[in-house]
């Protein structure tokens, strides 16, 4: 299941999301929203979820989160964008990075 996560994500909602993949969850991040999508198998469908939602493709990154360690991942296919210089799934603008880490841990992370 894949869910569009405006506000803290509830308990319920973070299960959901780990049910495809077990220990982790694929997101994909609108820094400039600071919104995120989160679950299913691939980064690719939680973007097209920010896309149906108004979010540009500009401001969307590919992100993995593990909740039992709160730790991020910033890996993955649909930020390799040569136009953005970023020639490689990982994220390495460190700004960018940190813009995406930021919100993962406010929407996701323990309080």
Same mark, same amino acid.
């Given at each position: 299941?894949? $869910?569009?996560?405006? #506000?803290?994500? @509830?308990?319920?909602?973070?299960? %959901?999301?780990?049910? @495809?993949? =077990?220990? $982790?969850?694929?997101?994909? +991040?609108?820094?400039?929203? %600071?919104?995120?999508? =989160?679950?299913?198998? $691939?980064?690719? #469908?939680?973007?097209? +979820?920010?896309? %149906?939602?108004?979010?540009?493709? +500009?401001? &969307? /990154? =590919?992100?993995? /989160?593990? !909740?039992?360690?709160? %730790?991020? =991942?910033?890996?993955?296919?649909?930020?390799?964008?040569?136009?953005?210089?970023?020639?490689?799934?990982?994220?390495?603008? !460190? +700004?960018?990075?940190?813009?995406?880490?930021?919100? &993962?841990?406010?929407?996701?992370?323990?309080?």
């Amino acid at each position: 299941m894949i $869910y569009l996560i405006q #506000d803290r994500a @509830t308990k319920e909602q973070i299960e %959901e999301m780990l049910e @495809t993949l =077990g220990s $982790y969850i694929k997101l994909a +991040v609108d820094i400039k929203k %600071e919104v995120l999508a =989160g679950g299913g198998e $691939y980064h690719a #469908d939680c973007e097209a +979820v920010l896309l %149906e939602n108004t979010s540009k493709q +500009v401001d &969307i /990154w =590919g992100a993995d /989160w593990y !909740p039992l360690t709160q %730790e991020i =991942g910033y890996e993955s296919l649909i930020n390799i964008r040569p136009r953005q210089n970023n020639r490689s799934m990982e994220i390495q603008d !460190p +700004v960018i990075r940190g813009k995406v880490g930021q919100i &993962i841990k406010k929407l996701l992370g323990e309080s």
